[in-house]
């Protein structure tokens, strides 16, 4: 049961252009998004975050757009630059003491130079 | 920004060894940590969250018994791996939460991972 879902597993961008990376949720009890970029070989690194009573939640070049009705989230990273070259996660949150996330599967993401 | 150090980074060990992971806080106090693992081209799956001073919380399908944590102190939650076995091989990864730091409550911030490779 994949609560969190991110169908693409890679994406090619050309270097200066918008790179969008999709994900989609079922759970309707998430009520905190959050987008983590990912090394080889090393942790996920926090992006950026939206609540759920909000729609869009801007810092520098990444945006990322929360559609509740359609249960999808999107981050948009613009100008893509190389060094943006990574997996990304997206991840959500119920309320709740402990405040567990749930990961989608990643999308390997290219910015080509 | 907050910082969280995972060692050892890398362990090849025999079948049957234990093996223990740290999680270090640096520069924030964490009540809660959770330990993740993570097979090649798949998600992050949530093992277990540890709290500090308390036992952890294991997800279903996680043995307790074989995965043990310990939460000793605020900065520092540490995972053993006891009697491993080449399925144990795999990625694993700490996380804390840092309520002052930038995502608050809810964003964890997370070590770099060890990579776990049982012969």
């Known amino acids: 049961d994949q609560q969190v879902k991110q169908n693409s597993p890679s994406l090619s961008v050309q270097e200066g252009r918008i790179s969008i990376l999709n994900c989609d949720y079922t759970n309707s009890m998430f009520d905190y998004f959050l987008w983590y970029k990912k090394y080889p070989a090393e942790g996920p690194t926090f992006l950026i975050s939206?609540?759920?009573?909000?729609d869009k939640n801007e810092d520098g070049r990444f945006t990322v757009f929360l559609n509740k009705s359609a249960k999808h989230l999107s981050l948009h990273i613009v100008p893509s630059q190389p060094g943006d070259s990574a997996v990304y996660f997206c991840a959500a949150s119920t309320s709740g003491s402990a405040r567990q996330l749930t990961f989608g599967s990643g999308t390997q993401l290219t910015v080509l130079p | 920004g907050a910082v969280v150090s995972q060692h050892p980074s890398w362990v090849i060990c025999k079948s049957g060894t234990s093996v223990k992971i740290e999680c270090r806080s640096l520069?924030?106090?964490?009540?809660?940590m959770f330990w993740y693992r993570q097979f090649p081209k798949q998600s992050l799956m949530l093992m277990a969250t540890s709290n500090e001073g308390s036992k952890a919380t294991y997800e279903q399908g996680v043995e307790k018994d074989k995965f043990l944590i310990n939460h000793a102190s605020l900065t520092l939650s540490t995972l053993t791996v006891t009697s491993a076995h080449p399925e144990d091989s795999s990625f694993y990864i700490c996380?804390?939460?840092?309520?002052?730091?930038?995502?608050?409550?809810?964003?964890?911030?997370f070590g770099d991972g060890t990579r776990l490779s049982i012969l």
């Open positions: 996380s804390a939460r840092d309520l002052t730091g930038q995502g608050g409550f809810y964003a964890q911030h």
């Open positions: 939206i609540s759920s009573i909000k």
């Open positions: 520069d924030f106090q964490a009540t809660t």
